[in-house]
């Protein structure tokens, strides 16, 4: 479980995000005061941290770059402030990313997943396969639509890696079934299957297109 460390002097949006983020399948550590969290953020080593501009006491920009001299953690900054010069200054503090107050929690978790994942394809030179909202993981076997993961047996796993890899051309009914025989009495309309789950998957029914008498393809 990846591990989100907020630091925020306001006591009700702090423990608003905690729970949201918990809810979403994080590890969320908090702490209203830098003094506080200096001294454990090094030893948790977060995934990534939010942090409030405004904290009192300290200078903001000193706290991003006391961050990136001791972790290559990623981070959000978090501020009432929302002038350009205010971004530029982020920016250049060596901040991932700038949120303006008040703020959607579903565009905040949106940029933490899109950052997180950006950082896991970086670090691990990860095999990945990007269509649309779609994107496979051929390393991990994993999907994620809309930068949510999705479950996918095995089979509809190959047949949409075989979909995506064909690169609009036609995938032929019996290239399927050879791709996913698993025994003698594997029907016909077992692929139909696969596909209808597929698509809904996916949340795009048009994503795929049937081919009649043929087999299936991406759509243009």
């Known amino acids: 479980m990846e591990k989100i460390y ?9 423990k608003s ?3 949201y983020l918990q809810n979403s399948w994080y590890e969320v550590y908090i702490q209203d005061t830098w003094v506080k969290a200096i001294e454990n953020i090094i030893e948790i080593n977060p995934n990534l941290v939010i942090l409030d501009i405004n ?3 300290v200078n903001w920009v000193d706290i991003c770059k006391w961050i990136r001299q001791q972790l290559s953690t990623p981070i959000i900054m978090l501020t009432a402030r929302n002038t350009e010069n205010d971004k530029l200054d982020a920016f250049s503090s060596w901040a991932d990313d700038y949120i303006a107050k008040p703020f959607s929690p579903k565009e905040l978790l949106a940029r933490i997943k899109s950052i997180l994942r950006r950082i896991e394809i970086k670090e691990e030179k990860l095999n990945i396969l990007n269509v649309s909202n779609i994107e496979m993981n051929l390393d991990k076997n994993k999907v994620y639509i809309w ?3 999705e479950f996918f047996t095995k089979n509809e796993f190959d047949i949409l890696k075989k979909i995506i890899e064909a690169s609009w051309k036609i ?14 009495y594997l029907f016909d309309r077992t692929i139909d299957t696969h596909i209808k789950n597929i698509r809904k998957k996916i949340r795009n029914k048009d994503a795929i297109l049937t081919v009649r008498w043929e087999g299936y393809r991406l759509n243009n």
């Open 6 to 14: 907020i630091v925020e002097d306001n006591l009700g949006i702090l």
């Open 17 to 19: 995000l905690e729970l």
């Open 55 to 57: 904290l009192p006491w």
């Open 147 to 149: 930068w949510q993961e």
């Open 171 to 184: 995938v032929h009914r019996q290239e399927i079934m050879d791709l996913i025989w698993y025994s003698e």
